[in-house]
């Protein structure tokens, strides 16, 4: 018999909201014995999350940020600076126990088997993509999704980008990815190392249609129905209690 897996389809929320829905679900896991859980979502306005260990002043141009309306926030999960763009990339969120027997207990595997999924489904819109340890995917060898992964509360928390159209200049006046000026040189350099969906098919294609592909390939490659359905009482009080955090500077500027 096929397991059921809740999703969780489609929230558009600030960058606050986003991460608390993640570790709330993560903390209502086993406490509340609530299901597997699945999550497609959009960030708006867009953001930019850190990693958990690196410090915002060195990753972030924050007058940019403030300047664009983006968002800042802290993941509880490591990893490097990314740019959520609102118009180009869906992120996911997988929440599963630590003991589930479709959940490896070696983190590289586990990457590997989540990122699988991502793969397996972006094989229905005609993208080849590999994965590229440590937790990375690649399509025509340039970077197409980032992943990152925490384990606490006897669960597996991963998210990740699975960009669909990323503007590759605003990440650069949002990020510090470099001390050089921002020139068309540097630009060209990033978008040989980084790619999107459009940008690898050379054409449109719709939010709706990644989202069906990625719903059928973590279906397909863990072997359940994910049945759409929302957070439970206990994980929106979470929720509230968490976005306090979220939005604190000692959250978002401790390191």
């Given amino acids: 018999m096929t397991d059921q897996w809740r999703l969780i389809d489609m929230r558009i929320e600030n960058a606050p909201t986003q991460m608390a829905i993640d570790e709330a679900i993560a903390m209502a896991r086993l ?18 999350s850190i990693g958990y260990f690196q410090n915002i002043e060195k990753e972030v141009n924050l007058p940019n940020c403030k300047k664009y309306g983006v968002d800042v926030i802290r993941r509880i999960t490591g990893g490097g600076a990314v740019y959520h763009d609102y118009n180009g990339e869906i992120t996911y969120s997988l929440v599963a126990p630590e003991n589930d027997p479709k959940m490896p207990h070696d983190i590289l595997e586990s ?67 470099s001390e050089a000026k921002i020139s068309d040189k540097l630009i060209k350099a990033v978008e040989d190392r980084v790619t999107n969906i459009r940008r690898y098919l050379d054409t449109d294609i719709s939010f709706q249609e990644v989202h069906d592909a990625l719903v ?18 206990e994980e929106d009080d979470y929720v509230k209690q968490l976005y306090d955090k979220y939005t604190s500077k000692e959250w978002v500027f401790q390191r």
């Fill in 216 to 233: 059928r390939g973590f279906e397909e490659t863990f072997d359940i129905e994910l049945v759409p359905d929302e957070l439970t009482r």
């Fill in 111 to 177: 990457y590997q088997v989540i990122c699988s999924a991502i793969i397996h489904g972006l094989k229905y819109i005609d993208v080849e993509s590999e994965f590229k340890p440590v937790n990375d995917i690649i399509a025509g060898g340039k970077k197409i999704s980032g992943n990152a992964q925490t384990r606490r509360h006897g669960v597996v928390l991963q998210h990740g980008t699975i960009l669909v159209d990323t503007d590759i200049h605003r990440m650069f006046e949002v990020l510090r990815v």
């Fill in 31 to 48: 406490r509340y014995d609530t299901p597997n859980t699945i999550r497609l979502y959009r960030w708006n306005p867009s953001g930019v």
